[in-house]
T-cell receptor, first 115, second 112 residues
Framework: EPEVTQTPSHQVTQMGQEVILRCVPI?????FYWYRQILGQKVEFLVS????????KSEIFDDQFSVERPDGSNFTLKIRSTKLEDSAMYFC?????????????FGDGTRLSIL | QKEVEQDPGPLSVPEGAIVSLNCTYS??????FMWYRQYSRKGPELLMY????GNKEDGRFTAQVDKSSKYISLFIRDSQPSDSATYLC????????????FGTGTQLKVEL
């Protein structure tokens, strides 16, 4: 069964450094998402991306965050200057179809640890 | 009031029991309702996906949506130790980026 893959599985970074999290969505999917889950808390929406542009973003997704689809297969989340509070699991998700009636499928996440 | 509320558990049941997991929500714009299962250090895995009110069954799992009460449920029949995980409800509205709003998750343990 096709799956969303994320790399790396664990990223340790010094505060203030830039980090790029990578995702390969399911190949025929058109909609892409990033979520994060701080330890012990619920999964929170960050951003959705369709047709090479952001379609919606949350308050968390400030100017320090950006997303890109650099080629036909990868989808990346960049955090420009990491803060301690960015430590979390980051999940990529994708869905197919042209309407809302397709569910999102998630990768296994990248655990980001900011020191 | 939180948009989506879910009992965090933990919920411990014996093998073979029927498990009932529930979420309530406040936003009447939600139209799509999902249940995900999350094992430790893994991503959410889609279990059930329903649109609007009604029931949906898939093997040992049944999802129910009652939009009039803003209440959704997941039933697990003949629960197995392998069902031990955290169960997340999630929902979305039509339009925009179709972002998912999650509950906090219910931790379930099925004991032998």
């Amino acid at each position: 069964e096709p799956e969303v893959t994320q790399t790396p599985s664990h990223q340790v970074t010094q505060m203030g450094q830039e980090v790029i999290l990578r995702c390969v969505p399911i190949s025929n999917h058109l909609y892409f998402y990033w979520y994060r889950q701080i330890l012990g808390q619920k999964v929170e929406f960050l951003v959705s991306f369709y047709n090479n542009e952001i379609s919606e973003k949350s308050e968390i997704f400030d100017d320090q965050f950006s997303v890109e689809r650099p080629d036909g297969s990868n989808f990346t989340l960049k955090i420009r200057s990491t803060k301690l509070e960015d430590s979390a699991m980051y999940f990529c998700a994708s869905r197919g179809g042209t309407g809302a009636n397709q569910p999102q499928h998630f990768g296994d996440g990248t655990r980001l640890s900011i020191l | 009031q939180k948009e989506v509320e879910q009992d965090p558990g933990p919920l411990s049941v014996p093998e073979g029991a029927i498990v009932s997991l529930n979420c309530t929500y406040s936003n009447s714009a939600f139209q799509y309702f999902m249940w995900y299962r999350q094992y430790s250090r893994k991503g959410p895995e889609l279990l059930m996906y329903t649109y609007s009110s009604g029931n949906k069954e898939d093997g040992r799992f049944t999802a129910q949506v009652d939009k009039s009460s803003k209440y959704i449920s997941l039933f697990i029949r003949d629960s197995q130790p392998s069902d031990s995980a955290t169960y997340l409800c999630a929902m979305s509205r039509t339009g925009g980026g179709n972002k998912l709003t999650f509950g906090t998750g219910t931790q379930l343990k099925v004991e032998l």
